[in-house]
């Protein structure tokens, strides 16, 4: 009874184990397009752990988000040309007006604002 009870334990902690090091939930990638000057920085709330700020610029463009349980992303663009902003992975496109594209939207020169996941 002894081992069978220590072999139904073992079998628990190893199923638990590997769970637990499955990631949970969806990758979101949020990224930005425009020349120019232009940033983007979400204040994540992820599944797990603790919150944190991703940020974006031309020379980093793009955010993964893993498992994100919300996110707000702020935006401002100072640059002369549109900033796009497209998002992939999300359960509901955050903008009111996608692009035909997908989830996508863009903002005219001097625009700013936020959007949450």
């Given at each position: ?29 949020v990224k ?76 005219p020169r ?8």
């Amino acid at each position: 009874m002894f081992t069978k009870t220590i072999a139904v334990l073992a079998l628990v902690m190893a199923s638990t184990t590997n769970v637990a090091a499955a990631p949970e939930g969806k990758t979101v990638v949020v990224k930005g397009e425009g020349a120019g000057k232009w940033e983007m920085w979400c204040k994540v709330n992820p599944s797990r752990g603790s919150e944190f700020t991703a940020f974006a610029d031309p020379s980093r463009p793009e955010l993964t988000l893993v498992a994100p349980r919300y996110a707000t992303c702020s935006y401002k663009n100072t640059s002369s040309s549109d900033l796009i902003i497209s998002v992939e992975g999300a359960e509901k496109c955050p903008f009111r007006k996608p692009t035909e594209a997908g989830c996508a939207t863009k903002f005219p020169r001097g625009a700013f604002g936020d959007f949450s996941l």
